[in-house]
């Protein structure tokens, strides 16, 4: 059985560029979602994609966006990157049969200079 | 509002001395309660999932229990290899959403 897998490990970027970061879920998992860890915090809920419709939303804004894609993989863009959106961007996998339990890949370090 | 509430924020404790981890929540019917346990820089590792007020669940020196109100997360003579984050979240109404806690700060020493 295959985790939860993100894509790239580590990311530097500029303030204003714009960022695209990868997930593929776990065998047998349909549901992903997005979360925003800054230090020293617990996760913060972003988003979550099932059916590669977007499923639920927390409070974050429109410039952060994302895709699902037919095999359940999926994407994290943030446009107009700004200081406070670096962070630990963690992707999580589940399944909409069976628990809730959520399985959460390794991370994504994004710094913004 | 959906609140998740973890004390202490950091624990210290010496090989062998066992202790608790406490989370106390606010939802509106509890879908789940998780506990997770992240290394630094790393993703959160799945631990227990507890479902109802009375349950618990054990894995190897960590037993995780559930009241109406909090979970406990105890661990019996913890190693050096216990030290990391402990994380609780509970599902938030929809039922899509982790809420989770700021997290416990495990060190344990030899």
């Known amino acids: 059985e295959t985790g939860v897998t993100q894509s790239p490990t580590h990311l530097i970027k500029t303030r204003g560029q714009q960022v695209t970061l990868r997930c593929s879920s776990q065998?047998?998992?349909?549901?992903v979602s997005w979360y925003q860890q800054a230090l020293g915090q617990g996760p913060q809920f972003i988003f979550q994609?099932?059916?590669?419709?977007?499923?639920g939303r927390g409070n974050f804004p429109p410039r952060f966006s994302g895709l699902q894609f037919p095999n359940y993989s999926s994407e994290l863009n943030v446009n107009a990157l700004e200081l406070d959106d670096s962070a630990l961007y963690l992707c999580?996998?589940?399944?909409?049969?069976?628990?809730?339990?959520?399985?959460f890949g390794p991370g994504t370090r994004l710094t913004v200079t | 509002e959906d609140q998740v509430t973890q004390s202490p924020e950091a624990l210290r404790l010496q090989e062998g001395e066992s202790s608790s981890l406490n989370c106390s929540y606010t939802v509106s019917g509890l879908r789940g309660l998780f506990w997770y346990r992240q290394d630094p820089g790393k993703g959160p590792e799945f631990l227990f999932t507890l479902y109802s007020a009375g349950e618990e669940k054990e894995k190897e020196r960590l037993k995780a229990t559930l009241t109406k109100k909090e979970s406990f997360l105890h661990i019996t003579a913890p190693k050096p290899e216990d030290s990391a984050t402990y994380l609780c979240a509970v599902h938030n109404q929809a039922g899509t959403a982790l809420i989770f806690g700021k997290g416990t700060t495990l060190s344990v020493s030899s």
């Open positions: 999580a996998s589940s399944s909409t049969t069976g628990s809730y339990e959520q399985y």
């Open positions: 994609y099932y059916r590669e419709e977007e499923n």
């Open positions: 065998s047998g998992h349909n549901t």
